[in-house]
């Protein structure tokens, strides 16, 4: 573990015991400590490194309301680095509004480890990457490839606390490594996440890279239009991300999502898919591990404030194909008669009984394309969940099973929940990350598919 520098700022948890004593009612504490490295390069020569560190501090004054109190209200104060507390929550005081998210506060005891200090990270956490990549370099160079990308590493430290009793602690070890390779007009990406990115090997990347710049040397001209597809398991996590931030148990109430049922009310209980697929979050999933606990600075329309430090557990979205569950708050879920249901930070599909690997889908396919990666994704349409954004880094043509070249880039126009219910074959799951939502959803685990009639709209110049 990367010693812990001095930060000149007071303890973490002292911050937040000291906040529950400068209320005057009903309140949560919540401290984010977090510390961050990364590695920057580009022309096959690293260009940049640092770390950093950042303390973000929360208060909620809350007061859930009764009969003799009236309507429940909630007034929220952040400020980063030292901040005077007393002032902290005097501000948090003064913003208090009426909130329809209103419920009693969560009640707990305290973790065994509240009081510890925050663990630290720092460049010698990316020791191994470093490490390899002085000799990725020179191979580049000496085949006319330029390599281009970042690793980075975070540890995040939450401390909540409550004038109910909760006491939670939670470290969040992130690493993300991405690899890109060009070669001449041809490109190629790979890319990873873990809790350590000294379990990453990059010549594991490198040889992802290698292998597409390989295909691409052959040039296929293919038009737009619907094409069989197979996604690599990063592909399927960027879409399962939109899927999953779909789940508005309140906004599908109203009509406004996929999750909609024509007739009013949701499509819970409904069958999604003719595949018995699974997608749910779990704290505890080995390799995924997160927060299993609630930590929130601001109401949503399905997240709530009052709602800090709720358990979290496994969440099946999807269960064998029928919708199980979508988010809500517990104000909320008691006025739907609804399960209350926070999100989780991570992801994960499954086909039941499904095997093998991104390999043998693209052996079964006949005629097809096999996506690197999306980019640039944008929701179109709630109601559909429709959603535009385009390829990059390598479009190849399978036929007969094979690779044969490299086509061009395109848009396409797709529904992660069509994706879904077209599916005709998956392969067994692996930690992935996805290009554009590992980002913000670091955490997934998901197949390669097989899929028919994806819509390419239009050919992109994009590379």
Known sequence: MTERPSTGLPDPADVATRILRAATGPCIAIVEEAYEADVRFANNTVTTDGIRRDRRVTVVRVEPGSEQTGPGRAGVARRSGDVDVEALVREAEAASSPADDAFALVEGDADDDFTDP???????????????????FARARSSGIVLSGFAEHRVSTTYLASTTGLRKRHVQPTGALQLVGRQGAASAWAGAGSPELADVRIDALEAQVLRGLGWARRRIDVEPGRHEVVLPPSAVADLMIYLADAASGTQSEE?????????GGTRVGDVLTPLPFDLWSDPAQPGLECAPFLATSASGVDVSVFDNGLALGRTDWVRAGRLERLVYHRAGAARSGAVPTAPVDNLALSLPGASGTLEDLIAATERGLLLTCLWYIREVDPKTLLLTGLTRDGVYVVEDGEVIGAASNFRFNESPLDVLARATQASAPVRTYGREGGMWMNRTSMPALRVPDWNMSTVSQAI
């Open 118 to 136: 925050a663990p630290a990270t720092g460049l010698d956490r990316l020791e191994a990457v470093i490490g390899s990549l002085g000799a990725a």
């Open 255 to 263: 009509g406004r999502t996929v999750f909609s049922s024509p007739g």
